[in-house]
């Protein structure tokens, strides 16, 4: 598995298990549907965690082995602990870990705690949506349309996150309202997308744009770093630069 990117899917996984209807559209859960998307890609492996399992699947030794995080939670935000919270929180800004909440993970614990916000929003019934490729340069937009179609759970402005760094989709829906429904967030030395699509009652994951939309986001949001090449810390530099260069020779 030498050089591949680790990625770990933490799905709530609660609907699939209580509504017939939901565990029929993802028979695997939402979770083990991304995993398929994923396995599309060869250099890609990928380890799944819910909510249910001891410490939400994200062990220490999981969470020092993941390159991305992907989070899809909704009924259950508040079970998530906030010791888990807290270490992906530092996975993230100081190691590097790639972040990716999926729809409703606008209010998990650990997408608000990363960006610092509360990400509510407006939210309506499911109708038709257009998500527009305002980014087409992005490599998480690379070999997308200018925009595609979706039917998903309108979601709407204003939404209370902080500027994205960059914005990389921005959607329309039936109704009219609007949402930037592909956000990048760049904290500490990691980075985070937030994507819009994939309410569970609806079929987001089987379309082709989205899960061209993940597969490049995994790509895009691995870093080369590790927990061994950042410092951390707040240091006082004692040496100049250069004595500390040379010295490290």
Request: with cysteine.
């Amino acid at each position: 598995m030498a050089n591949k990117i680790r990625v770990t899917v933490w799905n709530e996984y609660r609907h699939e298990k209580s509504e017939a209807k939901i565990a029929e559209i993802y028979p695997e859960g939402i979770h083990g549907e991304i995993k398929n998307i994923l396995s599309e890609c060869d250099d890609v492996e990928v380890t799944l965690a819910t909510l249910d399992m001891p410490e939400h699947g994200l062990t220490d030794e999981v969470l020092n082995n993941t390159d991305v995080l992907i989070w899809w939670g909704h009924m259950a935000h508040g079970e998530v602990r906030d010791d888990i919270v807290a270490k992906v929180r530092n996975r993230v800004y100081n190691e590097g870990m790639g972040f990716f909440p999926i729809h409703s993970g606008h209010h998990s614990k650990p997408f608000k705690a990363i960006v610092g916000a509360t990400g509510d929003l407006y939210w309506g019934k499911d109708q038709p949506e257009i998500v527009w490729n305002i980014m087409p340069q992005h490599p998480i937009a690379k070999g997308l349309p200018t925009c595609f179609e979706l039917f998903e759970e309108m979601y709407g402005e204003p939404f209370r996150i902080p500027q994205p760094d960059e914005l990389i989709f921005n959607s329309w829906f039936e109704q009219g309202n609007v949402f930037r429904s592909g956000c990048v967030f760049y904290r500490g030395v990691g980075k985070v997308f937030y994507f819009q699509p994939g309410h569970e009652a609806c079929r987001s994951f089987y379309n082709e744009n989205v899960r061209t939309v993940i597969k490049n986001a995994v790509h895009w949001l691995k870093t080369d770093l590790t927990p061994d090449n950042v410092d951390k810390g707040c240091y006082h530099q004692r040496a100049s630069v250069l004595e500390e260069l040379h010295a490290k020779k």
